[in-house]
């Protein structure tokens, strides 16, 4: 046959490969397995013998009892964590087994045998490989016993007496269920027995749950191995009045009772934090300054709410931001929606926005990209509280909590709210004493300026004879010897007259319409007045002034008085410094014109109690101006104030002269409204309105201009973002209908504000008002009133 010698070779390959299967699978039933103790305790049914009788096996487990000592052998029970249990068997003469303790880890290697329905294991060798905490034993019902289900396990068990033996292997109770509870009795040893037990006794058990059948199928003879008497335990005899019913009255009695005390507890709390709180506000009230408030609910607000840190934000009308009340110099946070900030700030923000609290029990769930600087902890819970004073948001109380995570309770939340609102109330009133301080300074000031201005007068007349004589005197003395004495006269005598009509625009009252003022050329008659005090301190100064006039609506001495007290600051703040430099700098960006007065001061020279002196001086004429002064510290830069106004150019803020026609519609006179608390300001639009034909009726609030609406209809009605009473959106939708057109004075250009608001009748005209802008929007307001068919408003009656 062709294809029988391939036939032969694969048959020879074959029997090859089956007999080196069989020695492998030799080699293998001689080697032990390593198998759980579950596993090992398998039977087979219907005999339930052992499914491994004579392996070698690997178990591992940790001892649960002291070892028991048969006629026949010796056991000692392991256990694993999956509750799974085996026994060791040991000779009958042997103390192997003895030097195992409960809690003992063992692995051992041997071989599983079967003896009267147990399954042990015969070990060869004995590991103690760790140390563990000895078993608890299981709690199990007398009946589930029988189900063989525990055993080897150490169990624990309660059953009632029925009968009391003695056998050759030890001594036993039969109680309920058909289990035993066997005491085993070694040979040759006498072992305590059960004769003091009795029939009918309730005992308690802790031991070995194990079986005896010799006989198939191995599925009875369940009983419970004690090591000695001790661990049956009578039970007490039932009482009359049942323990638990006793015991059940007691902790109703206890419950009451705790219930009472903590109720007392919470109430003496309650009525403690209160008065600590009233206290805290009526000294909040009180406070000087905002950083005095900060520090004193920074002292009293972790013993009230218990939190770990306190903070404190104000918004800053001008700067549309919210200042962050620090003792060191902090950046301003912008409330914008559009580009929150991160961290904390960003809870703050929106809990000014929509001026309700705001609750973060767990930052990690917390909607708000909330981050700690580096080196700084991250709070676990924060609660913001917008501070809040007659309707309007004032600013932000932020509370937190590093310590661990916390639900602030509804009355925790009331009274933060309160507090918030108190320290709003405290900073209000702050801000009016501040106004009346001013105005207090004011008068002082008007009255040394008409003791100046007397004190010019008279020096005004000798000085202008001495010039007057000292230029004849230069005239006639030309290529004489004492044509140099002359000039030096000449100029000295100029020099005072500069002076003294510098006095008189520092002390004059200025109740002038704004003007454009060249604020470049300022800044450079400015430099050249202090240049020669400067020279004699050493200070050098580098002017990057701009070459070509940028003009900026407003007052001009008012504007030189403010860059004067930052150049003089800046003056005395390097007199001890080792290099002394100023340098001014200005710069256009976008409409506004910013001026930085940078000086090379070491941090050490540095005297904030003083710079904030002079930020608080100029920061009021600046904000009059729609611009915001501030001071920028940052490491390893010099500091520098940064002066940010409204830009303008002197022909379109130039004044309309007394000829110039109005620009609307002149047929007929025109009304309008003006609610501006500002005094100034609202005597500058109300002449630029009367100006053009319109009659003008001023009030200070809201409420009453919305009064006046009501009884008669404007042409235009001009408010203020800083008007009392109802806030100028509710406003707005109450007086559209009622008014020509509304239009919304802010502080300075808002690009967020007028996309937002400007529409249908409604406008946004910066401060200073520009009488260009307020043309323009006169104008479409006539236009308006004419689509409209508004009804002609004479003599205040619609």
Known sequence: MAGSPDLHRLTRRLAVMLGLAGTLAGLRAAQPVSLPLEEVGRRKPPEMTPLHLGE???VEGVVNALALHFPEYNGLAIQDAKGAAIALQGPAQSNRLDVFRPGDALRVQGTVTFMAGTILVAPDTIELVGRHPAPAPLDVPIQELQAGRHLNRLVHTTARIRQVGDTIAGAQLTVGGRVDIFLPRPRERATPNFADYSPGEDIQVTGVAHQYCPHPPYNTGYEVLVHDVS????????????????????????????????????????????????????????????????????????????????SLYIYNRSGKTLDAIAHGQAEPISISLTAPPAGTEAGAVACFHYRTLLVIPDIARSPFPIAGKPGEKTPKSLL???????????????????????????????????????????????????????????EKLAAVGRLISGVVNELQNPLSSITDLARRALEKS?????????????????????????????????HVEARPVAVTELLKNLIDFRESDWKASGIRVRDLTSREPLYVLGSHGQLEQVFLNLLVHAEQTLAESPQKQITVRTSVLGKRLQVEIAFSAPAELRKPEETAAVLGVTRSVVAGHGGEVRLMERSHEDPRFEVDLPISTKERSAPVSSTAGPPVDASRRMTALVIEP?????????????????????????????????????????????????????????????????????????????????????????????????????????????????????????
Request: proline share 4%.
């Open 384 to 442: 913001f509280v917008p501070m809040m004073a007659q309707g309007e948001v004032i600013g932000v109380l932020e509370l937190d909590q590093y310590d661990h995570t916390r639900d602030f309770t509804p009355d925790e939340q009331a009274l933060a709210q309160h507090l918030g609102n108190q320290i709003g109330a405290a900073i209000r009133l702050l801000d009016q004493r501040l106004v009346q301080e001013q105005l207090s300074r004011t």
């Open 56 to 58: 070698k096996v690997i």
């Open 231 to 310: 661990q049956v335990v009578r039970m007490e005899p039932p009482w009359s009045i049942s323990p638990l019913a006793l015991a059940g009255g007691l902790m109703i009695v206890l419950l009451i009772a705790f219930l009472l005390w903590s109720r007392e507890h919470r109430l003496r709390n309650q009525r403690e934090r209160l008065r600590h709180t009233y206290q805290l506000g009526e000294e909040i009230l009180g406070a000087s300054s905002t950083e005095a408030i900060l520090q004193r609910i920074a002292d009293a607000l972790p013993g009230i709410l218990q939190v770990s840190r306190v």
């Open 678 to 798: 500002d005094e100034t300001a609202q005597r500058q639009l109300l002449g630029l309105l009367s100006a053009r034909g319109f009659r003008v009726v001023p009030v200070n609030s809201a409420d009453n201009g919305l009064e006046l609406v009501q009884r008669m209809r404007f042409d235009a009605a001009f408010c203020s973002v800083h008007a009392h009473g109802l806030n100028w959106v509710e406003l707005s939708e109450r007086m559209h209908s009622r008014v020509g057109g509304f239009i919304l004075l802010s502080d300075g250009y808002d690009v967020e504000l007028s996309a937002d608001f400007e529409g249908d009748g409604r406008f946004v005209l910066p401060k200073p008002v520009q009488e260009t802008e307020l043309d323009r929007i006169l104008r479409a307001i006539n236009r308006l009133a004419a689509a409209k068919v508004v009804p002609i408003v004479k003599d205040g009656v619609a």
């Open 478 to 510: 030309h290529l004489s010897p004492a044509e140099r004495e002359v000039a030096a006269i000449a100029a000295e005598a100029r020099k005072a007259s500069a002076m003294v009509a510098r006095l008189v625009s520092f002390a004059a009252a200025e």
